[in-house]
């Protein structure tokens, strides 16, 4: 079965930062468009950050564009998520999520198709 294993997760002062790391096993991740979630307490799963199959293209939402990074390490097939800069607000836990279709990456949660089980960022005031 298909796994991704997310990691890196912790407690983190305002301003400080954290890189979350999402491995997979039993399959090649660059054959897939790589998302980045997350879920806060009462709130939905929203999308932060994807990095596209088809061309490498990212996309990050308006509330990480200039904090975070998303890159992908094909060798150890495991793609990142550099996070500078955190606010309370990025407190969340965070899922990556893989997409096998071969297309620009979005945002939508109902295109992927695998879920790891995500990991918990606190970003204390």
């Known amino acids: 079965q298909l796994q991704l294993v997310e990691s890196g997760g912790g407690l983190v002062h305002a301003g400080g930062s954290l890189r979350l790391s999402c491995a997979a096993s039993?399959?090649?991740?660059?054959?897939?468009?790589i998302g980045w979630f997350r879920q806060a307490p009462g709130k939905e799963r929203e999308g932060v950050s994807c990095?596209?199959?088809?061309?490498?293209?990212?996309y990050y939402a308006d509330s990480v564009k200039g904090r975070f990074t998303i890159s992908r390490d094909n060798a150890k097939n495991t793609v990142y998520l550099q996070m500078n800069s955190l606010k309370p607000e990025d407190t969340a836990v965070y899922y990556c999520?893989?997409?096998?279709?071969?297309?620009?990456?979005?945002?939508?949660?109902?295109?992927?198709?695998?879920w790891g089980q995500g990991t918990q960022v606190t970003v204390s005031s």
């Open positions: 999520a893989a997409d096998h279709g071969f297309r620009k990456c979005t945002p939508s949660r109902d295109l992927y198709d695998y």
């Open positions: 039993r399959f090649t991740l660059d054959y897939y468009s």
């Open positions: 990095i596209s199959s088809s061309d490498g293209s990212t």
